[in-house]
């Protein structure tokens, strides 16, 4: 669904010292030049009204970075997304994430862990700033969905966004079978009980993720995790079942678009009875 380079990032930074705007720079694993950024719009109120600068875990000699980072544009334009520390008020997510809309590359996601970024200056304090438009960014997303079902060319009436209108970039990929988004946190792994860890809860069995297909209406709901590869959960699909899926089979499944499988950030864990409570009416008790 986006462009993902966070194992290619090296190094950056992005300042929002000017409110609407912000500037700076990333240098990538497999890019000669640094790429520059100059976007219209603001952090999240955690960090808003500052810098931020950020180390990631790409290396110069990663043989696969300059296949991937091929048609990445140099000089990036377009709209912030939701970019945030992850540090208090929390207004989108508990740890850092940025996220961009190109003009060149469409929508751009890194996401990094709180050791990985040092805040530079001092954010406007959050009670003197509003938090992000939800509805704006619910505009820049569809406008992006509408760019690429225009790349496929799919016909409006067959596509449920808004945003056909959004003029076709001059890229030489969509690159949506890119790696997927950071499906789990170290947060999230703490919070996951190992494999028969909530055995014979039935519909109190509380799930703490949820993994969907933003191109098909598939969505899995996990409650426990083997720490490595395997989940227990519910599954949505051509029918609600329990049942065992794998973490390498959500990152390398893709939806009829060619979109990867994403984590629902705005998640709050729930009980399966809650999710479907059709499943467990008989059975969960009052």
Not at 63 to 81: E, H
Not at 90 to 114: C, K, Q, T, W
Not at 131 to 146: K, W, Y
Request: proline letters at 7%.
């Amino acid at each position: 669904m986006a462009w993902r380079p966070t194992q290619y990032l090296m190094e950056g930074e992005l300042d929002n010292t000017t409110l609407g705007k912000v500037t700076g720079w990333m240098r990538f694993a497999g890019l000669a030049e640094r790429v520059t950024f100059d976007l219209k719009g603001d952090f999240h109120r955690d960090i808003r009204g500052a810098k931020i600068h950020f180390v990631g875990i790409g290396r110069e000699d990663d043989p696969v970075a300059a296949t991937y980072m091929d048609s990445f544009a140099v000089q990036q334009t377009g709209k912030v997304g939701d970019i945030t520390a992850g540090l208090p008020p929390r207004d989108y997510s508990a740890y850092p994430y940025i996220e961009i809309y190109g003009d060149d590359n469409g929508r751009i996601v890194l996401e990094l862990e709180p050791e990985q970024v040092t805040v530079i200056g001092k954010p406007i304090p959050a009670c003197e700033s509003e938090p992000v438009s939800r509805e704006a960014q619910a505009e820049n997303m569809a406008a992006f969905l509408g760019g690429l079902a225009q790349d496929a060319n799919l016909p409006p009436e067959r596509v449920v966004c808004v945003g056909m209108t959004r003029p076709k970039p001059e890229r030489t990929s969509a690159k949506a079978n890119g790696p997927g988004m950071k499906l789990l946190t170290k947060e999230i792994l703490k919070k996951l009980p190992s494999l028969g860890g909530q055995d014979g809860k039935g519909g109190k069995a509380v799930a703490y993720v949820r993994f969907f297909t933003p191109d098909s209406s598939w969505t899995w709901h996990a409650t426990e995790f083997d720490g490595e590869e395997t989940f227990f959960g519910l599954v949505e699909g051509q029918e609600k079942e329990l049942g065992y899926f794998s973490l390498s089979e959500l990152e390398s499944v893709t939806g009829p678009m060619g979109l990867h499988i994403e984590r629902d950030l705005h998640w709050t864990p729930k009980t399966l009875a809650e999710i479907a409570p059709e499943m467990f009416s008989e059975r969960a008790e009052p």
